[in-house]
Structure formats: structure tokens, C-alpha cells
């Protein structure tokens, strides 16, 4: 597996509480972004990162906030949780190409409930 | 904008039969295009790339710019191919990678 973790795994939180997720590389690269799962939707890109400090906005960014403020951490933040954020998140890396679009690893996804 | 449709949730064949997995593209650009597995327990992997014009486990995905389309294909399939299919479209210049809604194919024996 490339190195790439999620932490927490599993959080169960009520509605209106913060809440943060981490996702931690050992592998230096460069670009990292955070998608949810949800079926019927699939995956769908909510913030991503090309460097430090550098982010940009996905498809899905109202309510969430991320930081990176080294390269190896990118944290996803919901700043007051809903039940419509209820899902499975993953946090992904990109490891470059040579003159080809890189590819994309994974990791093993945080699911996250909002009662 | 760019989306990636795949219109069928899942998909079931028989264990043997031909596997089609449709996928089609907007986007107004030269289309980078990929296809992403997620088996039972594992993680979300790269299956094949259209640029490397490879073919993975028996799958290969044609680019079809007329039609806009990136449908995976294997001739014979396997129960181990069950799993949950992802297209994904690579947005030249940002470094952004969309997928679509996926397609869980099923395998039967």
C-alpha cells in the first residue's frame, strides 16, 4: 500500500459539533485531496491540495475547510457537522507520472456519522 | 463543465459472459481518462488509463472522442471482477480528478 493513512477511521458525532479528519502521506508527494463517498453519487471531490498552504475548491466544498500546513498532513474540516455530511471519506495522493497523468492512491476512508 | 456519467448502478452477468461497463464524458478539452476498482474490502486502486492503451485482468477501456465515451470492456468474466467500477476524468492543468457515480458489477457463478 502506498503510504497513506486516515485517522479516525470510524467517528459518530452529533449535528453541529466540529469535526476533523486527518489524512497522513509518507511519501513526499505533492498533490492530496479529499473526496466522499455516497452512493448514488459516488465519489465526489471535496477540497484538494497542491502544496503547502496552496488548496483549492471541488465540487462538494460548502461546509467543509481544509489545511496543509506540512506536506505529509492535509486535514478536512467540518466546522459544524449535519446529517447531510454523514458519508465515507477518502483521502488520496498523487503519485506523478513520466509524461502520463498520475495515479491516484487511496486510503481506507473515514466513515463519519452525524446523528 | 466537466462531468463523467456511468448509467447503470450495477450491473450482473453470469460468470463467463461479456462485460460492458459504460462510461461517458463532458469535458471541452483533450480527456485524460481512467478507470478505478474498488473490490470487497480493499482499497480504491487505478485499473488501466487510456493513455497507456494497456490491458489489466483482460479489461480494456477504448477512448471514443466521437461519442465521447470510455466503456470497459472484458470479454469473460470472472466472479473476482466483482467489485465497485469507477471512470475517472483528469482536468488538464488543475490536477483535479472527477468521477463518476460508479457501477457495481456482479458476478455470478
Known amino acids: 500500500d502506498a503510504g497513506i493513512t486516515q485517522s479516525p477511521r470510524h467517528k459518530v458525532t452529533e449535528t453541529g459539533t466540529p469535526v476533523t479528519l486527518r489524512c497522513h502521506q509518507t511519501?513526499?508527494?505533492?498533490?492530496m485531496y479529499w473526496y466522499r463517498q455516497d452512493p448514488g453519487h459516488g465519489l465526489r471531490l471535496i477540497h484538494y491540495?497542491?502544496?503547502?498552504?496552496?488548496?483549492d475548491k471541488g465540487e462538494v466544498s460548502d461546509g467543509y475547510s481544509v489545511s496543509r500546513s506540512k506536506t505529509e498532513d492535509f486535514l478536512l474540516t467540518l466546522e459544524s457537522a449535519t446529517s447531510s455530511q454523514t458519508s465515507v471519506y477518502f483521502c488520496?495522493?498523487?503519485?506523478?507520472?513520466?509524461?502520463?497523468?498520475?495515479?491516484?492512491?487511496f486510503g481506507e476512508g473515514s466513515r463519519l456519522t452525524v446523528l | 463543465a466537466q462531468r463523467v456519467t456511468q448509467p447503470e448502478k450495477l450491473l450482473s452477468v453470469f460468470k463467463g459472459a461479456p462485460v460492458e461497463l459504460k462510461c461517458n464524458y463532458s469535458?471541452?478539452?483533450?480527456?485524460?481518462l481512467f478507470w478505478y476498482v474498488q473490490y470487497s474490502r480493499q482499497r480504491l486502486q487505478l485499473l488501466l488509463r487510456?493513455?497507456s492503451r494497456e490491458s489489466i485482468k483482460g479489461f480494456t477501456a477504448d477512448l471514443n472522442k466521437g461519442e465521447t465515451s470510455f466503456h470497459l470492456k472484458k470479454p469473460f468474466a470472472q466472479e473476482e471482477d466483482s467489485a465497485m467500477y469507477y471512470c475517472?476524468?483528469?482536468?488538464?492543468?488543475?490536477?483535479?480528478?472527477?468521477f463518476g457515480t460508479g457501477t457495481r458489477l456482479k458476478v455470478l457463478a
Open positions: 487510456h493513455i
Open positions: 469535458y471541452s478539452g483533450s480527456p485524460e
Open positions: 491540495s497542491y502544496g503547502v498552504k496552496d488548496t
Open positions: 488520496a495522493i498523487l503519485e506523478p507520472g513520466q509524461g502520463v497523468s498520475g495515479e491516484l492512491f
Open positions: 475517472a476524468l483528469s482536468v488538464s492543468g488543475t490536477y483535479k480528478y472527477i
Open positions: 511519501e513526499n508527494h505533492r498533490y
